[in-house]
C-alpha cells in the first residue's frame, strides 16, 4: 500500500511563530486531506488539496503532486493550534473509493 | 446539527461482551467509512459503504468485527467478544458524493469517534 510520512514528528513553538509541517507519499494520489485533531479526538478538517495551493486564514497547503509531497503552512502560531496534524493520502488507481491512508501526524505544541 | 455525529463517545465493555457503535452521517452523505485509531496512530480503515453497499471491507482485523448500513443512512459497527487490542477510537467519515470517474473523491468529514476500552 501507499506510505505516508510526516515530519517533524513533534514541534514546540511559542506564540506567534510560523511553521511548515510536511508530508511524503510514496504513490500518485487521488485525494491528499490536511487534519487538525484537537486536545478531544475530532478531526478537523483543514484543507482537501490533491494538487495546488490553497490558503485559509493564517493557514496554507501546498501539494507538488508530480514530487509527492505536501506542506502545510501555519503563520502567527497561537496556543488553540496545538493538537495533532495529519496528512491522509487515497492512492490513485485501482477501487480504493476513497479510502485514506494516514501518516503517523505531527504532535504541535504552542506555548504562550 | 450539520456534522457527522456518533455515539457513545465512551464505552467501556468487559473483555468477551458484545459492543455496537452508531454513526449517524451527514444527511445525504452517499459514502461512509469507518477507521480505527488506536493510542498514539493515525487512523486506519476498517470498511467502507457507498448507500447501503458495503464496497470493502478489507481492514475489518477479524471475523468478530461487522458493519452495517441498512437504509444508506445511518451504519452500526458491531464487535462481538472483545479482546483488549479493541480498545481505540473509532471514527465514522461521510462524503457527499461517489468517487467521481476520473477516480477523484471528495473531502471526508469525521464524526467526534467512539472511545472503546475493554478491561
Known amino acids: 500500500g501507499i506510505q505516508v510520512e510526516q515530519s517533524p514528528p513533534d514541534l514546540i513553538l511559542q506564540e506567534g511563530a510560523n511553521s511548515t509541517l510536511r508530508c511524503n507519499f510514496s504513490?500518485?494520489?487521488?485525494?491528499l486531506q490536511w487534519f487538525h485533531q484537537n486536545p478531544w479526538g475530532q478531526l478537523i478538517n483543514l484543507f482537501y488539496i490533491p494538487s495546488g495551493t490553497k490558503q485559509n486564514g493564517r493557514l496554507s497547503a501546498t501539494t507538488v503532486a508530480t514530487e509527492r509531497y505536501s506542506l502545510l503552512y501555519i503563520s502567527s502560531s497561537q496556543t488553540t493550534d496545538s493538537g495533532v496534524y495529519f496528512c491522509?493520502?487515497?492512492?490513485?488507481?485501482?477501487?480504493?473509493?476513497?479510502?485514506?491512508?494516514f501518516g503517523q501526524g505531527t504532535i504541535l505544541t504552542v506555548h504562550p | 446539527g450539520a456534522g457527522v455525529s456518533q455515539s457513545p463517545r465512551y464505552k467501556v465493555a468487559k473483555r468477551g461482551q458484545d459492543v455496537a457503535l452508531r454513526c449517524d452521517p451527514i444527511?445525504?452523505?452517499?459514502?461512509l467509512f469507518w477507521y480505527q485509531q488506536a493510542l498514539g496512530q493515525g487512523p486506519e480503515f476498517l470498511t467502507y459503504f457507498q448507500n447501503e453497499a458495503q464496497l470493502d471491507k478489507s481492514g475489518l482485523p477479524s471475523d468478530r468485527f461487522f458493519a452495517e448500513r441498512p437504509e444508506g443512512s445511518v451504519s452500526t459497527l458491531k464487535i462481538q467478544r472483545t479482546q483488549q487490542e479493541d480498545s481505540a477510537v473509532y471514527l465514522c467519515?461521510?462524503?457527499?458524493?461517489?468517487?467521481?470517474?476520473?477516480?477523484?473523491?471528495?473531502?471526508?468529514?469525521f464524526g467526534p469517534g467512539t472511545r472503546l476500552t475493554v478491561l
Open positions: 467519515a461521510t462524503v457527499q458524493r461517489k468517487p467521481f470517474a476520473s477516480g477523484r473523491t471528495d473531502t471526508q468529514y
Open positions: 491522509a493520502v487515497e492512492r490513485s488507481g485501482g477501487t480504493s473509493y476513497g479510502k485514506l491512508t
Open positions: 504513490d500518485s494520489v487521488n485525494n
Open positions: 444527511s445525504g452523505h452517499v459514502s
